[in-house]
T-cell receptor
Framework: NAGVTQTPKFRVLKTGQSMTLLCAQD?????MYWYRQDPGMGLRLIHY???????AKGEVPDGYNVSRLKKQNFLLGLESAAPSQTSVYFC??????????????FGPGTRLTVL | DQQVKQNSPSLSVQEGRISILNCDYT??????FLWYKKYPAEGPTFLIS?????DKNEDGRFTVFLNKSAKHLSLHIVPSQPGDSAVYFC????????????FGAGTQVVVTP
């Protein structure tokens, strides 16, 4: 049982390049999330998904797109990377969203640098 | 507009003593609160939570207190151990946000021998 995994762990991009971050979970969770963590700002929600084939915008969605073609996978895409997207990206999943079952399980993170 | 605030970016405590981490929130619709712990180069891991119908929840060395009238919660770690050195995030969810979590900026705890 690997939990939540993310690939890659590190990436350096040049401004304007594109990339996709992959998140996979083996807990059969319906809900999946992408966050970014920046110094002094905690974790901010980029996009989330309430089930296979569905996605929705979070707090900071601009410059990112997502897809959830399979229940266990949640992809985060950057079409044209900008230096402001330099951050650590975390994927998370949860069984549900209410009360005590809203415990989110996090992946190890992807450190992205955009030059 | 940060709805969850952790005003102490860092805390240093001696091994064996109590660590007290504070968190304030502004949204009165929040009804569930969680604390996460994060080590360097790892993702956050769930530590303890509390529902708004309670004012205290205890799990081993960790206790979370909730003061709804003050919109304040705190995490107590007793006794503090070197392995507790990590960043602690406070998070909240509410009935008006579908269940999405709002995170504070985190508090770096360092436990010294």
């Amino acid at each position: 049982n690997a939990g939540v995994t993310q690939t890659p762990k590190f990436r350096v991009l040049k401004t304007g390049q594109s990339m996709t971050l992959l998140c996979a979970q083996d807990m059969n969770h319906e809900y999946m999330y992408w966050y970014r963590q920046d110094p002094g700002m905690g974790l901010r929600l980029i996009h989330y998904s309430v089930g296979e084939g569905t996605t929705a915008k979070g707090e900071v969605p601009d410059g990112y797109n997502v897809s959830r073609l399979k229940k266990q996978n949640f992809l985060l895409g950057l079409e044209s990377a900008a230096p402001s997207q330099t951050s650590v990206y975390f994927c998370a999943s949860s069984y549900t969203t209410s009360g005590r079952y809203n415990e989110q399980f996090f992946g190890p993170g992807t450190r992205l640098t955009v030059l | 507009d940060q709805q969850v605030k952790q005003n102490s970016p860092s805390l240093s405590v001696q091994e064996g003593r109590i660590s007290i981490l504070n968190c304030d929130y502004t949204n009165s619709m929040f009804d569930y609160f969680l604390w996460y712990k994060k080590y360097p180069a790892e993702g956050p891991t769930f530590l303890i939570s509390i529902s708004s119908i309670k004012d205290k929840n205890e799990d081993g060395r960790f206790t979370v207190f909730l003061n709804k009238s003050a919109k304040h919660l705190s995490l107590h770690i007793v006794p503090s151990q070197p392995g507790d050195s990590a960043v602690y995030f406070c998070a909240a969810s509410g009935t008006d946000s579908w269940g999405k979590l709002q995170f504070g900026a985190g508090t770096q705890v360092v436990v010294t021998p």
